[in-house]
């Protein structure tokens, strides 16, 4: 029987994709406002769903310093965007808490839209702290970047470019890499912490310079790196055991 090949994609050789680490302080966002008033908090991104066209709901993992959950919160649900705050404490932790959002962004626009409305892709988890949202962005030409630039700062926020880099598709996601089986946070921390000198010699980066790069706790940075660590270890050594 013969095959039609026609609508199989094709790659071309030149074809590549970057990514950009972008702080984005979103004045007139709750997740930069309330962590600008409150700079020992940090919320982290889990999931979003866009509820109406403007409604977006999120699920935030919040870990606070010097200022309670409730305060946090509190002032959280005050913010004019803000329509729905349930909090799900964490057993056994007064500083850390889940937070079901759901926010109204028709005064202005989300930086997950912008991103969909120019075809880049967000990375995983991203974060806030200190007034600053930490994105990573993925795109296929650098035009693409400045122009959500462009739109971000249109819309009044101010946008810094912590790094950009061309992604190694082939050789972070090769089929036969132990990389492939990690979490994309652990593949993240993993690929940072081997940037950054962390398995070198020992006046390499500490867990505190990964914890700064990647806007995470180094208790965080940890976990991470010891998962990742023993699943490509184990992966590495399982045909000579």
Same mark, same amino acid.
């Given at each position: 029987? +013969? *095959?039609?090949?026609?609508?199989?994609?094709?790659?071309?050789?030149? @074809?590549?994709?970057? $990514?950009?680490?972008?702080?984005? +302080?979103?004045?007139?966002?709750?997740?930069?406002?309330?962590?600008?008033?409150?700079?020992?908090?940090?919320?982290?991104?889990?999931?979003?769903?866009?509820?109406?066209?403007?409604?977006?709901?999120?699920?935030?993992?919040?870990? =606070?310093?010097?200022?309670?959950?409730?305060?946090?919160?509190?002032? &959280?649900?005050?913010? !004019?965007?803000?329509?729905?705050?349930?909090?799900?404490?964490?057993?056994?932790?007064? %500083?850390? +808490?889940?937070?079901?959002? =759901?926010?109204? &962004?028709?005064?202005?626009?989300?930086?997950?839209?912008?991103?969909?409305?120019?075809?880049?892709? %967000? /990375?995983? /988890?991203?974060?806030?702290?200190?007034?600053?949202?930490?994105?990573?962005?993925?795109?296929?030409?650098?035009?693409?970047?400045?122009?959500? *630039?462009?739109?971000?700062?249109?819309?009044?926020?101010?946008? #810094?470019? %912590? #790094?950009?880099?061309?992604?190694?598709?082939?050789?972070?996601?090769?089929?036969?890499?132990?990389?492939? !089986?990690?979490?994309? $946070?652990?593949?993240?921390?993993?690929?940072?912490?081997? @940037?950054? /000198?962390?398995?070198?010699?020992?006046?390499?980066?500490?867990?505190?310079?990964?914890?700064?790069?990647?806007?995470?706790?180094?208790?965080?940075?940890?976990?991470?790196?010891?998962?990742?660590?023993?699943?490509?270890?184990?992966?590495?050594?399982?045909?000579?055991?």
């Amino acid at each position: 029987m +013969a *095959i039609d090949n026609s609508t199989q994609a094709s790659v071309a050789p030149d @074809e590549q994709m970057f $990514r950009a680490a972008l702080d984005i +302080a979103h004045h007139g966002c709750p997740n930069s406002d309330v962590t600008e008033m409150y700079p020992a908090a940090r919320i982290e991104s889990v999931s979003d769903a866009h509820v109406e066209e403007a409604q977006k709901k999120q699920l935030l993992r919040l870990e =606070t310093e010097r200022v309670s959950v409730d305060q946090f919160v509190s002032t &959280y649900d005050d913010h !004019e965007l803000v329509t729905d705050v349930v909090v799900y404490p964490h057993v056994g932790s007064e %500083r850390v +808490a889940h937070l079901s959002t =759901t926010i109204d &962004y028709t005064p202005l626009t989300s930086v997950s839209q912008i991103l969909a409305d120019h075809g880049a892709y %967000r /990375g995983h /988890g991203a974060t806030a702290s200190g007034g600053s949202e930490k994105w990573w962005v993925f795109f296929e030409c650098h035009e693409t970047l400045s122009e959500i *630039i462009d739109d971000l700062e249109a819309e009044g926020s101010d946008v #810094r470019i %912590r #790094r950009k880099e061309q992604v190694t598709l082939q050789s972070e996601q090769s089929p036969h890499s132990p990389l492939t !089986e990690l979490s994309p $946070r652990q593949r993240e921390t993993l690929l940072v912490a081997q @940037e950054l /000198g962390y398995f070198g010699p020992n006046d390499g980066a500490t867990l505190e310079d990964i914890a700064a790069e990647l806007d995470l706790s180094t208790s965080s940075v940890w976990e991470h790196l010891s998962k990742a660590t023993e699943q490509v270890i184990d992966e590495v050594t399982a045909n000579y055991r």
